[in-house]
């Protein structure tokens, strides 16, 4: 079974991953993007790439995908640039597997 690549946000964010064949869909609400979302996970898709800028407008509907493994929700900056949610998102799940937090930057 072959699975599909998604991904959600603002058109100026998610328009370029059409170049590599992903499904784009463009979201400016938390109705819109929660309801992307649910069709994307019925519809297997296996990696759903979601802006920053829609994730944190649905904090418990994504933490809710976070602990399954498939599909992989992966949270991208968007064309403004990064609130940091994806990159804590990546350290919390190291410090999940390994016990500690591998990545954090020594003071």
Known sequence: M?????VIG????????????????FSKSALSTKEILTEMTEKNYGIIYLTELEAKKIPDI???????MTPAV?????HRGS???GQKNIQDN??????????????
């Open 2 to 6: 072959a699975y599909k690549i998604g």
């Open 10 to 25: 603002d058109k100026e964010s998610v328009l370029p991953f059409q170049l590599f064949g992903f499904d784009v869909r």
């Open 83 to 85: 609130l940091g949610l």
């Open 62 to 68: 994504l933490a809710k995908y976070q602990e399954k």
């Open 94 to 107: 190291v410090e999940k597997a390994v016990g500690q937090n591998i990545l954090k930057p020594r003071e």
């Open 74 to 78: 992966i949270l991208i900056p968007s």
